[in-house]
């Protein structure tokens, strides 16, 4: 049963270098047509995932923020009814910084929204260029301001670690955006994912990466600087003032249920994982055609649900309880775990073990990829 409903609006504001739904810029959008079909994707998700009262929905892909209040409105009161609302439900919409969607923030709170996030991604513009974001600081912050006023619970994000930045430049900078007060911030490490632009970039030695060392330093001075501010970290990227995590991600770290409905869309209920048709009008196919946008519903194995449990739930700052894991889905506790691994690391205080919990220290935090594909029992998912 769901606890989490995801949205998924594919459409963008304009043409984005950043993101990959270039495909997906249209200059009008049907939106009777698409209430329609995203309330029949809705009500399937309920005939398979219903029976417990949502913690959260969230509001993402392509713009929601330019999503019609009327039709978000209409979405949450469909929610309300098929599933209903458990006390205090966190209702999150993604949002980009621009003055044009900042203008529908009012509307948006009174149609239900009590909870935004920002893509600023940086308080720089040269950074902002680099990034391929459309908005400059400024704008971005205007937003901010709107958002902050409009809506009890705010977070943004940024990125750092960027070509060339040094600690005294991201110092500066993330101090300047913990003074703003909002309660969370998701603070990324720039990857370099292959297939990607930055991936191109580098290969044509466009720019360098900062080396493993100085990003480093810089994890190290995040963590120090939003624990002083109050916003520790309650994931390997995301801080909080203490009751102001996000729901909605906990959900998935958590391997809890959701369902995500909307083009693109993914979603784990009932030990399967869902796939929506990613392109709007095969969705809409799909929905017309058969009344849910599902492109795939896969089966996963107790094994490869324990591996996907292990490796979320080890992210979080709160670790994970093996024994309940492995009584969740059917294995002893030393199935789950390379028993040596944890011990060897547990000497190296790059994990913690207390009151039947296992967690990554903060030392461990910043070899976190390298510690899960070591301590995760490399024959799970074979199970």
């Not at 995301?238 to 869309?265: F, K, M, Q, V």
Request: proline letters at 4%; aromatic letters at 8%; a negative charge.
């Amino acid at each position: 049963m769901a606890r989490a409903l995801y949205i998924h609006w594919p459409f963008c504001l304009a043409k984005c270098p950043y993101c990959d739904f270039n495909s997906h810029v249209r200059d009008s959008v049907d939106h009777d047509a698409w209430q329609a079909a995203l309330l029949a994707d809705m009500r399937h998700e309920n005939e398979v995932a219903g029976g417990e009262a949502l913690d959260s929905i969230f509001f993402g892909g392509g713009t929601p923020s330019l999503m019609p209040p009327a039709l978000v409105e209409t979405l949450l009161r469909e929610a309300e009814r098929l599933w209903g609302f458990a006390p205090g439900i966190e209702i999150t919409l993604e949002g980009n910084p621009s003055s044009v969607e900042a203008a529908n923030y009012a509307a948006l709170a009174s149609a239900g929204i009590n909870r935004v996030s920002l893509g600023l991604q940086s308080l720089d513009d040269s950074a902002l260029r680099f990034l391929g974001r459309l908005h400059n600081a400024d704008e971005g912050l205007r937003a901010l301001d709107v958002a902050q006023q409009r809506f009890a619970r705010v977070s943004f994000d940024l990125i750092y670690a960027l070509p060339g930045q040094t600690a005294e430049d991201w110092e500066r900078e993330l101090a300047r955006a913990l003074s703003f007060g909002t309660g969370h911030l998701s603070l990324y490490q720039l990857t370099i994912e292959p297939g990607t632009r930055f991936a191109t970039m580098v290969r044509q030695n466009d720019f360098r990466p900062l080396d493993d060392d100085a990003a480093a330093d810089l994890f190290d001075l995040t963590r120090r600087m939003t624990a002083a501010a109050g916003l520790p970290a309650y994931e390997i990227s995301n801080h909080a003032r203490p009751g102001e995590e996000s729901r909605h991600n906990l959900t998935y770290w958590r391997y809890h249920d959701y369902c995500g409905i909307g083009p693109g869309a993914h979603g784990r209920r009932g030990g399967m994982a869902t796939v929506r048709h990613k392109k709007p009008e095969n969705w809409l196919g799909a929905v017309s055609d058969k009344g849910n946008g599902l492109a795939e519903e896969r089966p996963l194995s107790q094994g490869d649900q324990a591996s996907e449990a292990l490796l979320m739930g080890l992210r979080l700052r709160e670790g994970i309880d093996p024994v309940a894991l492995a009584r969740r889905f059917g294995f002893d506790a030393a199935e789950l775990i390379d028993q040596d691994k944890a011990e060897f690391y547990l000497r190296q205080k790059l994990l913690w073990q207390e009151a039947g919990r296992l967690g990554v220290t903060e030392a461990g935090m910043a070899l976190l990829d390298g510690l899960l594909s070591e301590l995760v029992c490399a024959d799970l998912v074979a199970t």
